[in-house]
């Protein structure tokens, strides 16, 4: 509503000039970028201007992807300036500027990055309406792209006006595509799960169908058992080795068995994650109860369909160590034991946060030169997972190579070995590459990006590239896209707690976009308040089941018309597809079609020869658990706005 009427305001009082308008005079409000806010004359990091030296006075500094729509009536006559990399930044990416008038390209920098030089342009505008200044990834993904527009200046007679560049306030009602699981047992749990010799095993055979249920299993190995009441197998195993074990759920209606693999060796965390975390909902705030209500839900609603992590992020952490140097929970958590024995009596695990700083991104306690007695703390409170977020460590190392910023990982890691329990370990540390070496620092996971929000913009700019790190996913190494933006959240980001910004279709796009990328599943929402859209979002488990897909082979991108095609082969020889509408640039050039574009579908056509599959194939559709049928050569669909047709294509 408030940008409603910032709108209406702007369109009426408008934001004009005349004559030599420079673009650092114009309101920036309105310009979209996808990482951080605009600067006005200076760069995004609020550092003067720098270009390979040369320092300028005045423009913007922004971020890619970035657009600035601007109406110029038809009253301009040029624009010109300089388009740059900004010097003060820790990486080099590349980013190209281009600009669009009354939709064509008109001028464009090529690939920029970091130490070229200030590059100047002049364009004329006679006869243009509006102009798009825009500031595209380049081949590499958004991160780290420091963008400069440098005295920028529009020579025109009449006004110029920023306007919106994404339909403003589109209510689109929330729709469930999800079926309700039948009575009969159904086993939804992941077909491969790895754990170490000696620590302890939980392994949940998570199964939806009506209560009670009976369960069984063969060829269990020595040490495990199996409560044949919940599903829920543990003990601990002893003998290294592959054990195809046959699970058995019975009910009064029916039975269902899967052959599970059960690699018992040195790798863990053999599919992605799949659970909940606190930050993007409760920031700082979480304590005791939000995280035990979190596990009452995931206990009660989510537990059948695979979700098993209860992560506590940032925030919990005692002021100081005690004599002996162990870290405690502050007074929001009296007794980290009684809190992980709550969660693990649900049949979940449990997770903790910290950082290889001295403290952690809220200004916490963290694990710098403790970190073999955090990891002793945390094996005794039972903690199954950890997320290790790089923050205050960045001081230590002035000058961020691979080698000193995976150095503290590495100590992490041998402390972790040298605990005997199974603790996932994710690698906090969102920036360029970090897929390189985090498989090496012995990482099952790490942050690929900075962090997430329920914006469309920000959630594709993250999604929509992880194709750059894509080859690095592998059974027990994942990319981490950040945390699901759906239900409620919002205290993490220092804002109020609201429902997901995303539209449904959005949301739709978004948890079919991280399950075809083998992305860690965290919910970041508000668990105990999630209504039936969420719920149903989250518990589709032919959805869910091309996350957990035991192959975990990577995801492949193809550009096309109205948008991007993502697949990846699944492990039984059929591939999961997924049809996105995406347009990198977002750009509504006139607002009265706003609400028209929310409601069209757009074709989009795969030829599936770039499957590797010739002549007839299956199609099933995902959300809806249907089949469409059988085709020939291609498969043609529409999808909505923002929206994804997600499907399994089986060749016949
Ligand atoms: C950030 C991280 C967030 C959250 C926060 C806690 O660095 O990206 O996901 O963990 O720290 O302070």
């Known amino acids: 509503m408030k940008q409603f009427f910032f709108l209406i305001f702007t369109l009426l009082v408008g934001t004009s000039y005349a004559d030599n308008i420079y673009l650092d005079e114009l309101d920036t409000r309105f310009l979209l970028q996808d990482w951080g806010a605009p600067v006005v004359n200076q760069s995004i990091m609020r550092t003067p201007f720098q270009v390979a030296g040369k320092t300028f006075n005045r423009g913007i500094g922004t ?29 080099t990416c590349n980013m190209e500027f281009k600009i669009l008038a009354d939709k064509k390209e008109v001028w464009s920098s090529g690939v920029v990055h970091k130490g070229m030089p200030a590059q100047a342009f002049r364009v004329s505008l006679k006869g243009v309406r509006k102009i798009a200044l825009i500031v595209a990834e380049a081949g590499d993904g958004i991160m780290y792209d420091h963008a400069d527009w440098l005295e920028v200046k529009i020579e025109t007679s009449g006004k110029v006006t920023p306007e919106p560049v994404t339909p403003q306030n589109i209510v689109k009602e929330k729709y469930i595509l999800t079926p309700q699981p039948g009575q009969s047992p159904k086993i939804n749990s992941p077909k491969v799960f790895g754990a170490r010799p000696g620590s302890p095993f939980i392994y949940n055979v998570a199964t939806t169908g ?50 599970v693999r059960l690699e018992i060796g040195d790798k863990i965390c053999l599919t992605p994650p799949m659970g909940w975390n606190s930050w993007n909902c409760w920031g700082l705030s979480v304590n005791e109860q939000k995280v035990k209500d979190a596990a009452d839900v995931m206990n009660t609603y989510l537990i059948n369909h695979g979700w098993t992590y209860v992560n506590i992020d940032d925030g919990w952490e005692a002021e100081k160590r005690d004599e002996n140097g162990v870290l405690h929970g502050n007074a929001k958590f009296p007794d980290f034991k009684r809190l992980s024995d709550y969660v693990h009596s649900k049949g979940l695990k449990f997770g903790i946060y910290s950082s290889p700083g001295p403290t952690t991104c809220g200004g916490y306690q963290a694990s710098y030169q403790h970190e073999k007695i955090d990891a002793e703390t945390w094996a005794q409170w039972g903690v199954d997972y950890l997320k290790h977020d790089f923050c205050s460590y960045s001081q230590l190392t002035p000058s961020q190579t691979e080698a000193a910023i995976k150095a503290p990982y590495d100590v992490m890691r041998h402390a972790l070995d040298g605990v005997d329990r199974d603790i996932v370990y994710c690698i906090g540390y969102g920036a360029p590459n970090v897929w390189n070496w985090a498989k090496a620092a012995g990482g099952n996971l790490w942050r690929t990006t900075r962090d997430i929000t329920d914006e469309w ?22 990319n981490d896209a950040d945390m699901l933006v759906v239900g409620k959240l919002g205290l993490g980001w220092m804002d109020k707690v609201h429902d997901s910004y995303l539209t449904p279709d959005e949301q739709y796009s978004h948890v079919s976009l991280w399950c075809i990328l083998s992305a860690p599943l965290l919910i970041g929402c508000d668990m105990s308040d999630m209504d039936d859209f969420t719920l149903n979002l989250l518990t589709n488990d032919e959805v869910l089941a091309v996350n957990q897909d035991p192959a975990v082979k990577p995801a492949h991108k193809i550009l096309t018309q109205n948008g991007q095609i993502w697949w990846k082969p699944l492990e039984d020889g059929s591939f999961a597809v997924g049809f996105f509408n995406a347009d990198p640039y977002f750009i509504l050039w006139d607002q009265s079609q706003a609400n028209k574009i929310q409601e069209k579908h757009y074709p989009m056509q795969l030829d599936v020869k770039q499957l590797g599959i010739e002549g007839k194939f299956k199609v099933r559709d995902l959300w809806r658990q249907q089949e469409v049928g059988e085709f020939k050569h291609a498969f043609r669909t529409n999808v909505p706005y923002h929206g994804v047709r997600f499907v399994k294509i089986t060749p016949v």
């Not at 109406?71 to 006559?77: I, P, R």
């Open 63 to 91: 971020h890619s992807i970035s657009r600035f729509l601007l109406n110029l009536e038809g009253k301009a006559t040029a624009i010109s300036g300089w388009v740059g990399a900004d010097d003060r930044n820790d990486f």
């Open 210 to 259: 009506a209560r009670p249920m009976k369960f069984s299993a063969r060829s269990l190995p020595a040490g495990l058992i199996l409560n044949e009441a919940t599903g829920l197998i543990t003990g601990t195993a002893t003998q290294k080795g592959t054990y195809p074990i046959v699970v058995k759920a019975e009910n009064s209606l029916g039975s269902d068995s899967i052959t």
């Open 457 to 478: 913009n920000i959630v594709s700019a993250i999604g929509f590239f992880q194709d750059v790190c894509a080859e690095a996913t592998a059974p027990g190494c994942y």
